[in-house]
């Protein structure tokens, strides 16, 4: 088991960053495959960035790629997101994810057991 807890979200303007944590405790963090999902209002969670335990493969949707930094500090049992150059649409309610299995895929939420409670964040035009 493992639990995560996200933090680092709030309201920034369109242009800003902010970096989100995802601090995990519990069995060994190295052993688990890593995600970022969103979720805006009324609409379906979706894949935002993801980091397998090895640290070494690493995903990110379309709308994200170029702009979002996914990282893992397995030593501080921590993920990070990074958020450069954010947009109104990056509005969501961000969750942190994780698994320990060997196949699966990253882009869907059906493959992860473990969720945080989710993060705000609010980007204003």
């Known amino acids: 088991q493992v639990q995560l807890v996200e933090s680092g979200g709030g309201l920034v303007q369109a242009g800003d960053s902010l970096r989100l944590s995802c601090a995990a405790s519990?069995?060994?963090?190295?052993?688990?495959?890593m995600a970022w999902f969103r979720q805006a209002p009324e609409k379906e969670r979706e894949f935002v960035a993801s980091?397998?335990?090895?640290?070494?493969?690493?995903y990110y949707a379309d709308s994200v790629k170029g702009r979002f930094t996914i990282s893992r500090d397995n030593a501080k049992n921590t993920i990070y997101l990074q958020m450069d150059s954010l947009k109104p649409e990056d509005t969501a309610v961000y969750y942190c994810?994780?698994?320990?299995?060997?196949?699966?895929?990253?882009?869907?939420?059906?493959?992860?057991?473990?969720w945080g409670q989710g993060t705000q964040v609010t980007v204003s035009s």
């Open positions: 994810a994780a698994n320990s299995r060997t196949v699966y895929s990253d882009t869907s939420t059906t493959w992860y057991d473990y």
């Open positions: 519990g069995r060994a963090f190295s052993t688990y495959n």
């Open positions: 980091v397998r335990r090895s640290g070494g493969t690493i």
